[in-house]
């Protein structure tokens, strides 16, 4: 539907008072919109940016919420590379509805949130801009889709918002997810499905948490028609701590765990239970009935108690589980162990959706500064312009629009830590010769400074671009790539990986805990060769784990399209070699046995093999 124009708009918020608005009277627009003209006293003619805070008062804001923040970035940093192509801005808030933590969309829809002032410390709330999907999921403590004219203030209307609230350890509203979008092509339907996401994302989230939090205890998954809840216990078997949803699902209270009540008042364990964080465990309530499937993990503090002095560093853990079984990743791992806290640049080159971000993040977490910052930035998310504010600062009043305080730029916030620069690739000529400076002398001018500022960083920079040939055509500065390449690791496209099945099994753990997968699904999944890498099969396990019925991922489930090169049609050519080359790696390269799991006859393959060169052991 067309949008209203605003004196329309404005008539059809007011005519709520009275209960004559084309909503339903009941709905959850129509009664935020009565809160807003009735309680509020808000004017949905007025327009005007939302209030924001300065860099100083964002700080003092997010201070309390440092921790929360930390555990959810990697699952809010996903959410963003997910939806980041659907043109929307991801944001995370507090309980005010104050914006803490922003990841931009691409460029084009970049501009109008900034021009919009939809980003880090602006404000949301219910009671200053009327309904919108931020402010009234908080002040509702409910998901919500809040979609172009819902919205109180006329001047929103171009922007659709899908939130959900974000609960603690406790069970105490802590702030919310806000996913927004401003293309006119997305329907309703298209914003309820980024919700549901957002929704899983956002559960995820919770669970790191808690986690987190009660990182000392043992914790128990626990099964529930709204969803699996999480119980800690102590090992006496005292609860100790219980998420909102297995709190409502077991009835327990702050009171009662405060108390030390006995598990065993609610569930029976057996003994056993907790043998794997992965296993799956059948639990039962205290009376006998089943409770359902769930797990058990035990406490952190016992996997890293008392190390031995001879056993590797458990710094290098994370970069070990990503290198898996591949043997060219173990190989770059052994690398990466021997410079160890060396400053030397690191230059990560693959596919986009191979986890580049991810991995530069286990290599700061491997390094001595791991304790200090590590500030990421995508040069292809951004215009020239903006990635210049955003990397080397400027000081007040430097340019029109400028914050009042100035900003001090990514490289003096990774002081001390890691700046890692996506798709550098991507960085215009003028900013190389920037960066290069700022590398060589170890220091950065923000712009409008009378001096520069002294910067310690570890650069890590990644791209999917060939930029030994782009420095030969000229297309990006050759002393700059060499300066990059101090160590250069090569992550495999995901259909290369000699892991592949392993990984597609844990990402399925991951993003659909609470269901398995059909034989269909799972032949499917073996088989597609996934231009979009790591990403794409998050995206497509998440939204499975969302659509399945009865806990089981059907082959409809999965959203896989055609594989289709860099022509329209689909590259059946591609995804039939990549088939055929899985078969064969699955059978040891007995030509014999991956035609009968083929269903092909072996001079029809051996034929295929020839046809499609592929190499085959002799």
Known sequence: MASLSASNHVARVLSVANHVADVDASSRIANSWRRCLISHKLDPARQGPPQTLTEAEIRHVAEPMEETIRLAMPELDDLARVLRDAGYCVNLADTNATMLFSRLPGEADAKMFLDWKIYTGSNFAETFEGTNGLGTALAEQKPILVHRDEHFRAQWHMFSCAVAPLFDQAGRLAGAVNITSCREDLERAAHQLALAVTMEATRRMEGAIFRGHFRDAWIATVPGD?????????????????????????????????????????????????????????????????????????????????????????????????????????????????????????????????????????????????????????????????????????????????????????????????????????????????????????????????????????????????????????????????????????????????????????????????????????????????????????????????????????????????????GEEPDLEAAERATIVEALRKHGGRVTEAARALKLSRATLYRKIKQLKIETAQ
Not at 248 to 270: C, E, F
Not at 389 to 394: M, N
Not at 446 to 467: C, E, F, N, Q
Not at 511 to 532: F, I, K, Q, V
């Open 226 to 566: 709204g969803g699996s809840g999480l119980l800690a216990y102590d090992d006496d078997r005292r609860i100790v701590g219980a998420c909102r949803s297995a709190r409502a699902l077991l009835g327990l209270t702050d009171g009662m765990i405060a108390s030390g009540i006995d598990l065993s008042r609610y569930i029976k364990l057996d003994h056993l239970a907790a043998r794997s964080a992965d296993e799956v465990v059948e639990l039962r309530r205290a009376d006998g009935r089943p409770l359902g499937r769930g797990h058990v993990a035990p406490p952190l503090r016992t996997k890293t108690q008392a190390p031995r002095r001879d056993a590797p560093a458990d710094r290098f853990d994370s970069l070990h589980r990503l290198a898996g079984r591949d043997p060219g990743l173990i190989k770059s791992v052994k690398r990466l162990r021997s410079i160890g806290d060396h400053n030397l640049p690191v230059l990560l080159h693959g596919e986009t959706g191979v986890g580049k971000d991810v991995f530069a993040r286990a290599i700061h977490a491997a390094s001595n500064r791991a304790r200090n910052h590590y500030v990421a930035l995508n040069c292809a998310a951004m215009p020239e312009s903006l990635i210049d504010a955003e990397l080397f600062g400027y000081e007040a009043g430097a340019f029109t629009g400028a914050r009042r305080d100035g900003s001090k730029g990514l490289i003096v916030q990774a002081d001390g830590g890691t700046l890692f620069l996506d798709e550098i690739g991507d960085m215009p000529i003028a900013l190389q010769t920037r960066l290069l400076r700022v590398l060589e002398n170890r220091e950065v001018w923000p712009l409008g400074a009378l001096k520069p500022v002294p910067v310690d960083i570890r650069l890590i920079s990644a791209t999917h671009r060939d930029l030994g040939r782009m420095a030969e055509e000229g297309a990006f500065r050759a002393d700059l790539y060499f300066r990059l390449r101090g160590m250069e690791v090569r992550l495999p496209a995901l259909r290369e990986r000699a892991d592949r099945d392993d990984i597609i099994r844990q990402i399925a753990r991951e993003e659909a805990p609470n269901c398995r997968l059909s034989d269909e699904a799972w032949t499917l999944l073996s088989a597609y060769p996934y231009p979009g890498n790591m990403r794409q099969l998050r995206h497509v396990l998440r939204l499975a784990g969302c659509t399945a019925e009865h806990g089981v991922i059907a082959d409809a489930d999965l959203d896989l399209p055609p594989f289709g090169g860099r």
